[in-house]
């Protein structure tokens, strides 16, 4: 490897160590990460799965996934980042201009069998108070299921997750599916931007697979909890140039080195 090669590799790792926001993308292979998202854009997801509503009756995606569809994967027990996963959803639900129900829908599944209706009936009601407006409540469903069907979903989503013993580790975000249960989007984190999620909406109406939502934007801005409004975080910023410029710092310093030593031994 030459000199400026192994430089900029170095670089990059620095900025990787120090946890770059975007200078490392989701994976394409699942041998090289054991939980995450692994994304499966142009796929469908099984429609003919069946899992249980609220009500414990017997649904298949098929019977729901008719419009644009959000899909999340969490567990409903889950102590912390799944509660704002939904809570998530549900702020940005709040500025939707579309009609819920016909313009778009979401589902949500726990990834873990053991738990009930009543556990879904829980997450359901906390979700749709979240909202904090009319919402209708066939809307939003929320699905348990067996072993099975759970896997089957996980894996045509690409959504790798593992269990603990006391929970599970998984990937936080969501998906966005077309009327016809095809993938088109992948959304990262517990927060989301308003114009993205209507963007890949009503891209998913048209069946057509966008890339995933550009990190650079959300490096640049995040969504404040109250007002729902774009925030431009001025920290994250200074950080992230910061970083930028101690990487380029030290590979302008390894190449300089690399040159002395060349023209020493060529004097020499």
Not at 17 to 45: K, R
Not at 137 to 148: C, N, V
Not at 157 to 171: L, R, S
Request: hydrophobic letters at 45%; a positive charge; charged letters at 20%.
């Amino acid at each position: 490897m030459s000199v400026p090669a192994r430089s900029l590799a170095l670089a990059l790792g620095l900025l990787c160590a120090l946890g770059f926001p975007g200078a490392v993308a989701a994976s394409d292979s699942a041998s090289t990460q054991e939980v995450g998202f692994f994304e499966h854009l142009g796929d469908f997801v099984p429609l003919a799965t069946t899992f249980r509503d609220e009500a414990g009756a017997p649904v298949t995606l098929r019977s729901l996934v008719h419009v644009p569809t959000i899909l999340a994967l969490v567990y409903y027990r889950c102590p912390n980042v799944c509660d704002s996963l939904l809570q998530g959803v549900a702020g940005s639900l709040k500025t939707l201009d579309a009609v819920p129900g016909t313009g778009y829908q979401v589902i949500t599944i726990s990834i873990d069998p053991e738990e009930t209706v009543v556990d879904a009936r829980k997450a359901k009601r906390i979700s749709l108070a979240c909202i904090e407006k009319p919402f209708p409540s066939s809307a939003w469903r929320f699905l348990t299921g067996d072993p099975a069907a759970i896997a089957g979903v996980a894996r045509a989503t690409g959504f790798q997750y593992k269990e603990t013993g006391v929970g599970f580790d998984h990937p936080v975000g969501i998906m966005i599916l077309s009327p016809e249960g095809k993938i088109v989007r992948y959304m990262y984190g517990a927060d989301f931007l308003p114009v993205d999620l209507k963007l890949s909406l009503l891209e998913a109406s048209q069946g057509r697979v966008g890339p995933t939502i550009a990190r650079v934007l959300r490096i640049c801005f995040s969504v404040d909890p109250k007002s729902h409004a774009l925030v431009f975080n001025l920290l994250r910023i200074v950080g992230t140039v910061t970083l930028l410029a101690a990487a380029l710092l030290i590979a302008y310093l390894v190449i300089a080195t690399a040159r002395k030593k060349r023209a020493s031994r060529q004097t020499t």
